[in-house]
């Protein structure tokens, strides 16, 4: 189908497509030939087809004798429109800048699967830390020796007693000084909601920087303050892993038989004995494994267990 503005043909437009004429007063549309008259030479034209705008002057046709070089048309991603010369007027399109096409932004999937590990590198852990972060046997603190661990007794019945195995604040100290240097490391205490908490706070050797862990203690029956103290002291280090696999001994119990259990003036059972961890062992992953404990009322151990 042919589009003519000014009897000159400018266009030879698709079947189905549409073409916008703009001038100064108006615009033009048509979907099959038709004739522009009211356009004269010199007046400017917007011309419009599938969404691409060519702007053009109308001006007098050269000489049909006259060869003249025909102008480029001008770019774009699309066939560039045909021009031309006919009787009359001519239309000579100009190239009109138009705006870059905005792409869409990319889509970035979640995805869930592993990645695929080479030798060059290291497999993610669950802590999200890399292999040079990881807890080394250095970083952690000796696991306790037996002549370390004491023991007390938890109840006392007619059949026997229970015995609990704990660490004094004087054996943290000791482990403090040995892995920290006495320079390395320091406590401080304050309290929430009336209970009294300690800070153990030790100097990281690689970056100097001041880590802090904390926990709350209980009174003792004793002496309840200095208890307490005491108490949130050795909790806080059981933060940084001092004495920590004490949570991982058998419920030990010694029978009437083979300690030493009376009572008193006032009518209350007593244990008069005094006990001792004789041997103690533990596995790969420092978890308590094999325990004897030692009377020294009866002279002989009272306890083995072995996992």
């Not at 004094?168 to 320091?186: H, I, M």
Request: with cysteine.
């Amino acid at each position: 189908m042919k589009i003519t503005v000014a009897k000159t043909r400018i266009y030879d437009l698709p079947k189905g497509k549409q073409l916008s004429v703009k001038t100064d007063d108006a615009r033009y549309t048509c979907t099959d030939e038709s004739l522009f008259d009211d356009l004269a030479e010199g007046a400017t034209v917007d011309v419009e087809l599938d969404g691409q705008n060519i702007v053009g002057v109308i001006k007098e046709a050269p000489a049909p004798a006259a060869k003249s070089e025909s102008t480029p048309a001008a770019e774009s991603p699309k066939a560039a429109p045909k021009t031309e010369p006919a009787k009359g007027y001519s239309y000579t399109p100009k190239p009109k800048a138009t705006a870059p096409k905005e792409e869409p932004a990319a889509v970035v999937e979640e995805t869930t699967e592993a990645p695929e590990l080479t030798p060059d590198t290291v497999a993610p852990t669950t802590s999200g830390l890399t292999e040079n972060d990881q807890v080394k046997p250095n970083d952690l603190f000796p696991l306790l020796k037996a002549e370390e661990i004491e023991l007390r007794i938890g109840q006392i019945f007619d059949w026997g007693v229970t015995l609990l195995l704990y660490k004094d604040a004087r054996c943290d100290q000791n482990r403090l000084d040995a892995k920290y240097t006495p320079f390395g490391w320091q406590k401080s205490y304050h309290s929430i909601d009336g209970r009294l908490y300690c800070t153990v706070s030790v100097k990281d050797p690689k970056t100097g920087e001041w880590i802090s862990k904390s926990d709350v203690g209980t009174e003792s029956n004793t002496e309840a303050e200095k208890g307490q103290a005491s108490d949130a002291f050795k909790r806080a280090c059981v933060c940084w892993g001092s004495g920590r696999e004490l949570y991982t001994a058998p419920a030990i119990t010694i029978k009437a038989a083979d300690t030493v259990i009376e009572k008193n003036s006032k009518g209350k059972v007593v244990c008069k004995d005094n006990f001792s961890v004789r041997s103690i062992s533990y596995d790969s992953q420092r978890n308590i494994n094999a325990l004897t404990i030692y009377s020294e009322a009866k002279k002989k151990v009272v306890f083995s267990w072995k996992k």
